[in-house]
């Protein structure tokens, strides 16, 4: 699959930890029009492979009267719910303000523009993302001689890689062999994108049998039978899918399970 490739952006170093870097095109013209702090060029890029996840903004500053230099800070804000409170996300690049620095001197003639893109990746999901985006105009003596606040539009980051569950697993009496069970598997894909091929392996002590899966659609239901040795409740099978990890998954924490073996039959 291919990547986002950008030297600016820096990827997630650990889970939950979201890690951005900022790219400057500082350059100046002679018409002097335009907002004195704006957001432009936001971009919302969903993706199934998570690197490829990516939300960038690129602020717009001009200076004010007196002012000595120009100061950007953006801020990152999560949540992975609706009815959740935005929580600032930690990062390289973010909550720190930051000046020009080609040239330094960017910021103090009329008709400076300064334009910085600050692009996020390796976005965990779902979430939903924007940025709080700080301008401040600094003069003589460092004294902040203005500030303003720009919020961005929100970036909902969908989960979209296939979640593979292992629903049920029960072994039921087969009445012309009395020394074997039938066993009754249902496996779903509870994600927003089908997969397969991958395997789904049927474990009983040394015994081990596989069933290939050639696909499985988003919200699919797919029911397995294999025929195996009778189910001991003190040692019951167990089921797992895609041992191999053939598929790219969103989780693997409800792959596996263990069977339900038939109720004892009551001595006469």
Same mark, same amino acid.
């Given at each position: 699959?291919?990547?986002?490739?950008?030297?600016? #952006?820096?990827?997630?170093?650990?889970?939950?930890?979201?890690?951005?870097?900022?790219?400057?095109?500082?350059?100046?013209?002679?018409?002097?029009?335009?907002?004195? +702090?704006?957001?432009? @060029?936001?971009?919302?890029?969903? &993706?199934?492979?998570?690197?490829?996840?990516?939300?960038?903004?690129?602020?717009?500053?001009?200076?004010?009267?007196?002012?000595?230099?120009?100061?950007?800070?953006?801020?990152?804000?999560?949540?992975?719910?609706?009815? +959740?409170?935005?929580?600032?996300?930690?990062?390289t690049g973010l909550g720190t303000f930051v000046s020009p620095t080609d040239p330094?001197?960017?910021?103090?003639?009329?008709?400076?523009?300064?334009?910085?893109?600050?692009?996020?990746?390796?976005?965990? &999901?779902? +979430?939903?993302?924007?940025?709080?985006?700080?301008?401040?105009?600094?003069?003589?003596?460092?004294?902040? #001689?203005?500030?303003?606040?720009?919020?961005?539009?929100?970036?909902?980051?969908?989960?979209?890689?296939?979640?593979?569950? &292992?629903?049920?697993?029960?072994?039921?009496? #087969?009445?012309?062999?009395?020394?074997?069970?039938?066993?009754? +598997?249902?496996?779903?894909?509870?994600? =927003?994108?089908?997969?397969?091929?991958?395997?789904?392996?049927?474990?009983?002590? $040394? #015994?081990?049998?596989?069933?290939?899966?050639?696909?499985?659609?988003?919200?699919? =239901?797919?029911?397995?039978?294999?025929?195996?040795?009778?189910?001991?409740?003190?040692?019951?099978?167990?089921?797992?899918?895609?041992?191999?990890?053939?598929?790219?998954?969103? @989780?693997?924490?409800?792959?596996?399970?263990?069977?339900?073996?038939?109720?004892?039959?009551? $001595?006469?």
């Open positions: 699959m291919r990547r986002f490739l950008a030297a600016s #952006i820096v990827t997630l170093a650990a889970a939950g930890a979201l890690v951005g870097a900022a790219t400057a095109a500082t350059t100046t013209s002679s018409g002097g029009s335009g907002q004195r +702090a704006e957001l432009r @060029t936001f971009l919302c890029q969903r &993706a199934l492979d998570p690197g490829q996840r990516l939300v960038s903004v690129m602020a717009v500053m001009r200076p004010l009267k007196k002012t000595h230099r120009l100061e950007l800070r953006f801020e990152l804000l999560s949540k992975t719910s609706p009815t +959740a409170a935005f929580t600032e996300v930690q990062g330094p001197t960017l910021g103090t003639r009329p008709d400076d523009v300064w334009r910085l893109s600050h692009p996020v990746a390796d976005l965990p &999901a779902p +979430a939903t993302y924007r940025f709080v985006v700080t301008f401040r105009w600094i003069g003589a003596h460092d004294r902040v #001689i203005g500030t303003d606040v720009r919020v961005s539009r929100p970036c909902y980051q969908p989960e979209l890689r296939p979640d593979l569950v &292992a629903l049920s697993l029960v072994a039921q009496p #087969i009445p012309k062999a009395p020394k074997k069970d039938l066993y009754v +598997a249902q496996i779903s894909d509870d994600g =927003l994108t089908g997969a397969g091929p991958f395997q789904v392996e049927f474990t009983d002590g $040394a #015994i081990v049998k596989d069933h290939n899966v050639k696909h499985i659609a988003p919200h699919q =239901l797919l029911t397995l039978n294999f025929v195996g040795p009778l189910c001991d409740p003190t040692a019951p099978p167990t089921m797992t899918i895609d041992p191999d990890q053939q598929v790219d998954a969103y @989780t693997r924490a409800n792959n596996s399970l263990t069977a339900t073996c038939p109720a004892p039959t009551p $001595a006469s």
